[in-house]
């Protein structure tokens, strides 16, 4: 396979392993309304590539769909290279605009988007799709990146979009009027992916509305399938002899749902599920399918007309009384339809890593709003500084997060000038908005500086000494419980005091004190112990200390 290389691939192919953990701090001020939750929709103020870091121990392996805009490195965007890598080359990028007399512009894109990938390749679900829009100035080089970091074998398209109707450029050249979006699944086995072309598959059972086969299973599987993920999604539904059926997981726990109440009490109604009874008496559900089509609908790869920047435009004129305050914005249409091809259904998540206008935050709202399901979304967006000459400057925003969040808020409460009926009512919705904090630096817990709080740093070791989701409703600070894995009980003896820190230990009694093991070993950090091997090995506890002993990373 042929190989890419550019200045600085050395140092950035791990150097996502190298970003530390940080803080997220919530701002009530700019949530709405002013309840704060990770579990919300998000829209998170910071470097992009700290903040996925940061995302990591509660969105691992949870994102059905992502979506990311990066700057097309035309050399007229003025982004700057801002990853401290370890290279006394790299560390003199720090800081410069990268333009068009950059001779290492294209190395410089490289680096900074490997490092991005990767962890966004560890957030999506095993059968996530991750789209990514780009024109032809690295276009062929974000293909052989992708199938560095995803996997040749795990591309799935190369669309084309319409961008302008007439074009640019001398009208005696090529106009060019359009750009891409490069497609790669996580694991592309598992994907279930709108347009592939896969084998018709025949109709081998009937019943009194005609021929169908067996579907897809109702009861959702894989990541983000328990109860405790989407609570709405646990509910009854009627099933063979009038027994209720919930959804249980293979496994035997309380799962969840695929489809939502009114549109999964509708299908049973109208006889469009099979049944399947397990030998512990649970059912399994699958949906009836009727066409020999696997997948239904199909996408083509060209995508015109209604995917054009100037339906963006208008958006966000109605949205802001008739002003744009950026340039170029996606159109609402082009992540809908990004939606589409990636089957997001309810429940599902949609990031986007440079978030922009907050097109994404928009269209996942519009799609909420049109077909009753529930998807989140979680927007990262960079903390830069628009121009005094900008059009957003002179509407009263000083930086391109502000514009974001007020769409979002735009969209949810409604903006009555807006020519859209749903829009001037108001979608409704939440968000909760977070800004990036400290670096977790175990180290400060020897000197007592900038120590996280109690959650943060438990997201942190759970985490890490895991490589397990973190759920932070399980903590119960008062036992100093903070989550269970699949190997053990985790507990954190810790406070962000100092005196606290110095004082405390792992004592026989304290040690007693953590209740019965449930099979399972109990994994304790703290400061300190006053107790032997042989007491811990006799209490089945794995004793890490704070801060040196923090379990590396699970891949």
Known sequence: MARLEFIGKAFVQNYHLQVKYHQLIPRKEKSLPDKVSLHDNLIIHGDNLKVLKA??????????????????????????YNDNVNSPRMQDWLGKIVDKED??????????????????????????????????????????????VFGEDNFVSHIARQTIRGGTGPSDAIRKTHDYVLVYAKYKEEADVGGQEIESIPLDMEDEKGKYRKGRELNKWGAGSRREDSPTMWFPI?????????????????????WGKKKMLKAVADNEVIFEKRDNGTYIVYEKVRSENPRGKSFESLFLQDFTNAAGTERLKELFE??????????????????????????????????????????????????????????????????????????????????????VRRVIKGVKSAKDENLKKGLGGTFSYFELGEPIEMESI?????????????????????????????IDEKRNFIGESREYLVYLFYKPDIDYLKAIALTLDKAQALGSYKNKKRLVFAPTKYLDQDHLDSLRIDFAQLPFEIYKLVK
């Open 55 to 80: 995302l990591l121990p509660t969105y691992a392996g949870k994102i059905k769909c992502i979506y990311i805009d990066p700057p097309y490195n035309t050399g007229n965007e003025n982004w700057v």
């Open 103 to 148: 001779l290492t512009r294209h190395d410089k894109w490289l680096c900074m988007m490997t490092p991005r990938l990767k962890l966004l390749r560890e957030l999506l679900t095993d059968d996530g799709l991750i789209f990514i829009s780009i024109d032809d100035n690295e276009n062929h080089r974000l293909r052989m990146l992708l199938d560095d």
């Open 238 to 258: 009627p099933g063979p002899k009038g027994k209720e059926v919930y959804p249980i997981r293979n496994d035997g726990t309380e799962g969840r749902w695929r």
């Open 322 to 407: 008739g002003k744009s305050p950026l340039d170029y914005p996606k159109p609402i249409s082009l992540i809908e339809r990004i939606c589409e091809i990636a089957r997001v259904e309810d429940g599902d998540i949609v990031l986007d890593s440079f978030a922009g206008s907050g097109t994404t935050a928009d269209a996942v709202m519009c799609m909420n709003a049109e077909s009753e399901v529930a998807c989140r979304f979680i927007l990262i967006q960079l903390p830069e500084t628009i121009d005094k000459k900008q059009p957003a400057y002179k509407m009263g925003f000083r930086e391109v997060v502000e514009i974001t969040a007020e769409r």
């Open 446 to 474: 020897l000197s007592g500086d900038n120590l996280p709080n109690y959650k943060e740093l438990a997201r942190y070791v759970f985490y890490t000494a895991t490589g397990e989701e973190f759920d932070e409703k399980a």
